[in-house]
Protein backbone atom coordinates (compact mmCIF):
# COMPACT_ATOMS: atom_id res chain seq x y z
CA UNK A 1 0.00 0.00 0.00
CA UNK A 2 1.03 3.44 -1.06
CA UNK A 3 2.02 5.53 2.33
CA UNK A 4 1.77 9.59 1.97
CA UNK A 5 2.47 12.05 4.73
CA UNK A 6 1.58 15.81 4.56
CA UNK A 7 3.89 18.46 5.89
CA UNK A 8 3.80 22.43 5.62
CA UNK A 9 0.65 23.72 7.29
CA UNK A 10 0.93 26.49 10.06
CA UNK A 11 -0.14 30.25 10.58
CA UNK A 12 -0.41 32.58 7.36
CA UNK A 13 -2.05 35.72 7.02
CA UNK A 14 -5.08 36.62 4.85
CA UNK A 15 -3.81 37.53 1.28
CA UNK A 16 -0.74 35.28 1.88
CA UNK A 17 0.60 31.85 -0.04
CA UNK A 18 1.55 28.49 1.62
CA UNK A 19 3.36 25.23 0.44
CA UNK A 20 2.13 22.34 1.45
CA UNK A 21 4.44 18.78 0.44
CA UNK A 22 2.69 15.25 0.26
CA UNK A 23 5.34 12.73 0.25
CA UNK A 24 4.49 9.51 -1.41
CA UNK A 25 6.39 6.39 -0.43
CA UNK A 26 5.75 2.72 -1.52
CA UNK A 27 5.08 0.69 -4.87
CA UNK A 28 1.97 3.22 -6.91
CA UNK A 29 1.05 2.08 -10.39
CA UNK A 30 0.58 4.31 -13.77
CA UNK A 31 -2.89 5.16 -13.04
CA UNK A 32 -2.11 6.63 -9.53
CA UNK A 33 -3.72 9.89 -8.13
CA UNK A 34 -3.00 12.17 -5.21
CA UNK A 35 -5.40 14.66 -4.08
CA UNK A 36 -5.78 16.70 -1.32
CA UNK A 37 -8.52 17.15 0.83
CA UNK A 38 -9.47 20.29 3.63
CA UNK A 39 -11.75 19.51 6.54
CA UNK A 40 -12.85 22.49 8.27
CA UNK A 41 -14.09 22.36 11.98
CA UNK A 42 -18.01 20.77 12.15
CA UNK A 43 -17.84 20.48 8.09
CA UNK A 44 -17.40 17.84 6.39
CA UNK A 45 -14.43 16.94 4.49
CA UNK A 46 -14.02 18.52 0.87
CA UNK A 47 -12.28 17.85 -2.29
CA UNK A 48 -9.50 20.09 -3.59
CA UNK A 49 -7.40 19.31 -6.42
CA UNK A 50 -6.02 15.94 -7.24
CA UNK A 51 -3.27 15.67 -10.07
CA UNK A 52 -1.99 12.38 -11.66
CA UNK A 53 1.00 11.02 -11.10
CA UNK A 54 2.72 9.78 -14.12
CA UNK A 55 1.34 12.53 -17.08
CA UNK A 56 0.15 15.41 -15.03
CA UNK A 57 -3.66 16.06 -15.49
CA UNK A 58 -5.00 18.48 -12.42
CA UNK A 59 -8.44 18.64 -11.70
CA UNK A 60 -9.99 21.35 -9.11
CA UNK A 61 -12.70 22.59 -7.01
CA UNK A 62 -14.02 26.21 -8.18
CA UNK A 63 -13.33 27.30 -4.56
CA UNK A 64 -9.56 27.10 -5.20
CA UNK A 65 -9.40 27.94 -8.81
CA UNK A 66 -6.93 30.47 -9.73
CA UNK A 67 -5.51 30.54 -6.22
CA UNK A 68 -4.12 27.33 -6.16
CA UNK A 69 -1.55 25.25 -7.89
CA UNK A 70 -0.48 21.19 -7.46
CA UNK A 71 2.22 19.72 -8.79
CA UNK A 72 4.65 16.61 -8.24
CA UNK A 73 8.00 16.13 -8.97
CA UNK A 74 8.67 12.04 -9.21
CA UNK A 75 12.16 12.56 -8.63
CA UNK A 76 11.73 13.74 -5.15
CA UNK A 77 8.47 11.57 -4.77
CA UNK A 78 6.56 14.64 -3.27
CA UNK A 79 3.27 16.12 -4.50
CA UNK A 80 3.04 19.90 -3.90
CA UNK A 81 0.23 22.46 -3.03
CA UNK A 82 1.37 25.41 -3.50
CA UNK A 83 -1.69 28.16 -2.20
CA UNK A 84 -2.19 31.89 -2.56
CA UNK A 85 -4.14 34.62 -2.05
CA UNK A 86 -5.55 32.80 1.14
CA UNK A 87 -8.75 33.20 2.62
CA UNK A 88 -10.01 32.80 6.34
CA UNK A 89 -12.47 30.56 4.93
CA UNK A 90 -9.55 28.28 3.63
CA UNK A 91 -8.53 27.63 7.51
CA UNK A 92 -8.76 23.84 7.45
CA UNK A 93 -7.23 20.47 7.94
CA UNK A 94 -5.84 19.34 4.82
CA UNK A 95 -5.17 15.97 3.86
CA UNK A 96 -2.79 14.48 1.41
CA UNK A 97 -4.57 11.13 -0.11
CA UNK A 98 -3.52 8.50 -3.09
CA UNK A 99 -6.03 6.76 -5.57
CA UNK A 100 -4.79 3.86 -7.67
CA UNK A 101 -8.12 4.53 -10.02
CA UNK A 102 -6.79 8.07 -11.43
CA UNK A 103 -8.20 11.46 -10.80
CA UNK A 104 -11.54 11.69 -8.60
CA UNK A 105 -13.51 14.41 -6.49
CA UNK A 106 -14.53 11.70 -4.44
CA UNK A 107 -12.92 10.94 -1.21
CA UNK A 108 -14.34 7.35 -0.99
CA UNK A 109 -12.22 6.98 -4.11
CA UNK A 110 -8.65 7.68 -2.40
CA UNK A 111 -7.61 4.59 -0.10
CA UNK A 112 -3.81 6.07 1.21
CA UNK A 113 -4.40 9.27 3.48
CA UNK A 114 -2.19 11.29 5.66
CA UNK A 115 -2.56 12.39 8.96
CA UNK A 116 -3.31 16.22 8.01
CA UNK A 117 -1.09 19.17 8.33
CA UNK A 118 -3.64 22.59 9.89
CA UNK A 119 -3.67 25.93 7.91
CA UNK A 120 -4.65 28.98 9.61
CA UNK A 121 -4.98 31.70 7.86
CA UNK A 122 -5.71 35.29 10.20
CA UNK A 123 -6.45 38.52 9.26
Known amino acids: QVHVVESGGGLVQAGGSLRLSCAVS????????VGWFRQAPEKEREFVTSIMWTIGSTVYANSVKGRFTISRDNAKNTVYLQMNSLKSEDTAVYYC????????????????WGQGTQVTVSS
Open 26 to 33: GPIVSTYA
Open 97 to 112: AGSAYGLSVLATDYNS
